[in-house]
């Protein structure tokens, strides 16, 4: 059963207290600290009409650490800790995307059967469609923050990024592939 909204707000304070409380307030990443980017990934997921159990994945995307931002706050061996805070969905969502090997999963990402590689164990799976789906909005909210608020981002990878999330095109809601086509595209093309 989907947490109510008034649920999900607390749990998300309840989240942002932990995420103070483990340091990523203190935390550098493009646009500021680590918590303020969590909490645009957040918002955007919201104005994108995600599900709570999504948006809260979304502010907790970086607690263990992902492919691209190796700087953990808890490790893996921590989730039942993080679920009890954001719930077992959420929690979900954050270690599929946390332990995504994204040189060996992205190619076949949008494959029904397509395999994800487990950086943290090295096994392979293959998600559900709804963890799949998941994972594909989560990641064009990431990517995005950092395009929107860093130029350079942008410019270096928005070509790939475009291709990626043009291929990604079938699992993502409508408005996460406007605004990938809209700040992407932007991006100078190779």
């Known amino acids: ?23 990523a307030a203190d935390i550098v990443h493009p646009g500021g600290t680590l918590i303020a980017h969590l909490q645009r990934i957040q918002g955007q997921l919201a104005v994108w009409g995600a599900r709570p159990a999504l948006q809260l994945a979304g502010l907790c995307h970086a607690f263990y650490g992902t492919d691209g931002f190796p700087t953990a706050l808890m490790s893996p061996d921590s989730r039942t800790e993080l679920a009890e805070v954001i719930g ?20 076949t990402l949008a494959d029904v059967d397509g395999a994800f590689r487990n950086r943290f164990t090295g096994r392979l799976h ?4 709804q963890l ?8 064009a909210a990431n990517e995005l923050d950092l395009a929107r608020i860093d130029s350079v981002f942008r410019e270096k990878w928005g070509a790939e990024l475009l291709a990626l999330f043009t291929r990604l095109q079938p699992l993502l809601s409508q408005p996460a592939w406007s605004d990938c086509h809209t ?5 100078p093309q190779d």
């Open 1 to 23: 059963m989907p947490p109510s909204p008034a649920a999900a707000a607390a749990a998300a304070d309840q989240a942002i207290a932990l995420l103070r409380k483990l340091g």
């Open 88 to 107: 077992a969905e959420a929690e979900a969502i954050v270690y599929q995307y946390a332990a995504c090997d994204r040189e060996a999963t992205y190619p």
């Open 183 to 187: 700040v992407l595209a932007a991006a």
């Open 132 to 139: 799949r789906r998941d994972f594909a909005e989560l990641s």
């Open 126 to 129: 293959t998600p559900q469609p």
